[in-house]
């Protein structure tokens, strides 16, 4: 073969990878939801292609993250069929992505990439300075961006934290320039709030605090969801295997009506083609190696014991793809077991520390569980409820670390919580 052909030859093959790895990308990203509408965008640019629906089947399931650990649903041996589908919150922020609130290209980028990183809560739930890095842009213009998630609904939606949350949800109330200032004020200074008592606008300001969603996406959390995993792991007598959910993956036919692929247009729409059907065929075993994985890190787990540390850069490593990719692709993306339903993320924990098995998210769970168990009249300090940890793992932490895992679940102090469940009487 002379040097010509074969560069020729490399040139096509590279050619047909990146025009792969471009389709690759958004569809990987997105869930399986959505994954026939992001295929159908492709398919009204090319004339020969037709993107078909594929057996829609879904497990009903709340959607939840944080309480993977101690969840024991049981499921059918297959799944049940989808009867109706209800609007997630991700979706409801998805459409509300455009102008005025985000005027330009870059600022629709950077609002989707916030999506990806609102938890199920409604709360954004990462590092403002790494997720602006991941976006290329400075802090400063990603706080800006983020900052307009206090007009959008549900409202509250793209908070920090609980306080933020309240000062977002300000902007859905028509108030009086006095009450609207002290509400800011007692919201600011949550953790005195008593003091503010004697204020000529305490009580105003009171009512319409106790009218705040807490957390900011309850109704979302309240609704029933139809959870579609992309990935199934089944025990069949002893033995853990992985499946996709390809009954519910959309086809992709390819129809030339007769046309001879001798012209240009219809060879290049073709190849195009070809290379969608690739792309969809990538995310596909993209998955079943983060399936397969999860079954090697994650294996007591799916025998009933609890989830092990596993950090994103080891799947990343695996899979020689960078840490955003995968992080992107992991999003709002489930697997089923017979366990239950849970987000792909919930198997990517932190070892509390090098001596030890326990991984962080079944601290956190344990500290939802105790907070949600106590009394109320008397709310547990981290203190104390650093003591029930370290008597129920055997783990050496600080006050601090219990602190950074309860506000990571966005609950609030002990003082503060005394204060909200006096809100609720």
């Avoid at 398919?43 to 020969?48: I, T, Y």
């Avoid at 290209?105 to 991941?134: L, M, P, R, T």
């Avoid at 305490?202 to 309240?222: E, G, Q, S, T």
């Amino acid at each position: 073969m002379s040097m010509g052909i074969r560069l020729r030859n490399s040139v096509t093959q590279k050619g047909k990878l990146s025009q792969t790895m471009r389709n690759w990308l958004p569809i990987l990203q997105a869930d399986i939801e959505s994954l026939k509408e992001e295929l159908d965008r492709f398919a009204k640019q090319n004339p020969f292609v037709e993107v078909k629906a594929g057996q829609e089947v879904s497990s009903s399931s709340k959607r939840t993250r944080s309480e993977f650990v101690t969840q024991k649903n049981a499921i059918s041996n297959e799944i049940e069929a989808m009867s109706m589908h209800v609007e997630s919150l991700y979706e409801k922020l998805y459409k509300q992505i455009v102008a005025p609130l985000f005027p330009t290209q870059k600022s629709k980028d950077i609002a989707y990439i916030i999506i990806s990183h609102i938890n199920d809560d409604g709360y954004f739930d990462a590092d403002s300075a790494e997720v602006a890095k991941e976006a290329g842009v400075d802090v400063v213009t990603f706080e800006r961006v983020r900052q307009r998630f206090a007009y959008l609904e549900p409202s509250g939606v793209g908070a920090v934290d609980l306080l933020e949350s309240f000062l977002f949800q300000l902007n859905d109330f028509d108030l009086d320039d006095a009450v609207y200032k002290m509400c800011v004020m007692m919201i600011e200074d949550f953790e005195n709030l008593e003091k503010y008592q004697k204020q000529p606008h305490f009580n105003d300001a009171l009512r319409v605090i106790k009218k705040f969603k807490n957390p900011p996406a309850l109704h979302y959390k309240k609704e029933q969801y139809q959870i579609i995993p992309d990935i199934i792991i089944d025990d069949q007598g002893g033995e853990i295997k992985v499946r996709l959910n390809e009954s519910y993956y959309p086809q992709i036919h390819i129809d030339k009506g007769g046309l001879d692929e001798k012209f240009e247009f219809v060879k290049s729409k073709i190849k195009e083609a070809k290379s969608l059907i690739d792309a969809l065929e990538l995310r596909k075993a993209t998955l079943a190696k983060i399936g397969l994985m999860l079954i090697e890190y994650q294996y007591e787990f799916f025998q009933g014991g609890a989830i092990k540390p596993m950090k994103l850069d080891d799947l990343a490593s695996e899979l020689d793809r960078h840490h955003s990719t995968i992080s992107r692709a992991i999003s709002n993306k489930y697997l089923v077991c017979s366990r239950g339903t849970f987000p792909l993320k919930s198997f990517f924990a932190l070892a509390v520390n090098e001596d030890n098995d326990t991984s962080n998210a079944e601290i956190k769970a344990f500290i939802k569980e105790v907070i949600e168990k106590e009394d109320r009249n008397h709310p547990l300090s981290d203190n104390k409820i650093l003591a029930l940890v370290e008597e129920k793992f055997g783990v050496k932490l600080g006050r601090r670390t219990i602190t950074k895992y309860r506000m990571a679940q966005n609950i609030a102090s002990s003082s503060d919580r005394k204060k909200l469940y006096r809100l609720k009487v």
